[in-house]
T-cell receptor
Framework: QQQVKQSPQSLIVQKGGISIINCAYENTAFDYFPWYQQFPGKGPALLIAIRPDVSEKKEGRFTISFNKSAKQFSLHIMDSQPGDSATYFC??????????FGDGTTLTVKP | GAVVSQHPSRVICKSGTSVKIECRSL??????MFWYRQFPKQSLMLMAT?????????EQGVEKDKFLINHASLTLSTLTVTSAHPEDSSFYIC????????????FGPGTRLTVL
């Protein structure tokens, strides 16, 4: 049973465009929702994270939108750049418990 | 920011040998460390959770006698793949969580294991 469903599996965006990746979760006990960026051959790096007490969090070009009632959250990358081309993982955890990861989205930003 | 290192970054070994991978939190104390395995183009698969000074908690289907985890201090955890076989070839990644109420995990750069 997959507790965090991520879509799309892959995404191609033109430079300057907006990249949007979505995640849906099932466990209402989840209270921490991070997004990670991973380049080939490297470990994931924390990009941005949100807790359910806010509906949106923005850090530079990256924004998380959170919909608690729908149990969904999404990552928006504004003004996407070729350097943003990577695999993105959403995750969710409850308290100090282990994280559940989405399957990942491979983003390609074309110049 | 918090930095986690892994050593070695890549290792090639012969079938039947054992390989040890180290994971260190360089600038913070990690009460909990996690070990993941990642296959090409797939997500991270949690293998085990280790807490300093106690036995690791393994996920279902992970052989604890094959993947030995030791969390000897608040800054060091090791994963030993014993009697490695070609099917153990994978990308192994550790992460460390800052103590207290924070849920943030910081990942190491990963170790590419190839078993011949």
């Amino acid at each position: 049973q997959q507790q965090v469903k991520q879509s799309p599996q892959s995404l191609i965006v033109q430079k300057g465009g907006i990249s949007i990746i979505n995640c849906a979760y099932e466990n209402t006990a989840f209270d921490y929702f991070p997004w990670y960026q991973q380049f080939p051959g490297k470990g994931p790096a924390l990009l941005i994270a949100i807790r359910p007490d806010v509906s949106e969090k923005k850090e530079g070009r990256f924004t998380i939108s959170f919909n608690k009632s729908a149990k969904q959250f999404s990552l928006h990358i504004m003004d996407s750049q070729p350097g943003d081309s990577a695999t993105y993982f959403c995750a969710a955890s409850a308290g100090a418990g282990k994280s559940t990861f989405g399957d990942g989205t491979t983003l390609t930003v074309k110049p | 920011g918090a930095v986690v290192s892994q050593h070695p970054s890549r290792v090639i070994c012969k079938s039947g040998t054992s390989v040890k991978i180290e994971c260190r939190s360089l600038d913070f104390q990690a009460t909990t460390m996690f070990w993941y395995r990642q296959f090409p183009k797939q997500s991270l698969m949690l293998m085990a959770t280790s807490n300093e000074g106690s036995k690791a908690t393994y996920e279902q289907g992970v052989e604890k006698d094959k993947f030995l985890i030791n969390h000897a201090s608040l800054t060091l955890s090791t994963l030993t793949v014993t009697s490695a076989h070609p099917e153990d070839s994978s990308f192994y990644i550790c992460s460390a969580r800052v103590g207290g109420a924070s849920d943030t995990q910081y990942f190491g750069p990963g170790t590419r294991l190839t078993v011949l």
